[in-house]
Nanobody
């Protein structure tokens, strides 16, 4: 299973970005796919997850600003990020896992496969 994350960049506060996570070797619609982020000197934190059946879970810090979605034909999960803030600056990682129970979607150890990070930098 390989995950390819892309779409990061340097933007200004208030701007938008869309991250993509393209998968091979695993059908994402049958798995839980999550986005996590890690800022320098900080622990990796949960951002959003999309479960089979399309249930979406968000961290409180991004709820209302970020949207996770999936294109089944492309086997790709997206993270649409709006109203970006400097605090959103981090490396963003996508991950996928099967059989992830709802109470575990925020736990990075619940995910078996990870993509490389894509860097998002938000300037003030």
């Amino acid at each position: 299973v390989q995950l390819q994350a892309s779409g990061g960049g340097l933007v200004q506060a208030g701007d938008s970005l869309r991250l993509s996570c393209a998968a091979s070797g695993r059908t994402l619609s049958r798995s839980t796919t999550g986005w996590f982020r890690q800022a320098p000197g900080r622990e990796r934190e949960f951002v959003a997850a999309l479960r089979p059946g399309d249930a979406k879970i968000y961290s409180d810090s991004v709820k209302g600003r970020f949207t996770i979605s999936r294109d089944n034909a492309l086997n790709t999960v997206y993270l649409e990020m709006n109203s970006l803030k400097p605090d959103d600056t981090a490396a963003y990682y996508c991950a996928t896992g099967q059989g992830v129970i709802l109470s575990n979607v925020r736990n990075n150890r619940a995910y078996s496969y990870w993509g490389q990070g894509t860097l998002v930098t938000v300037s003030s």
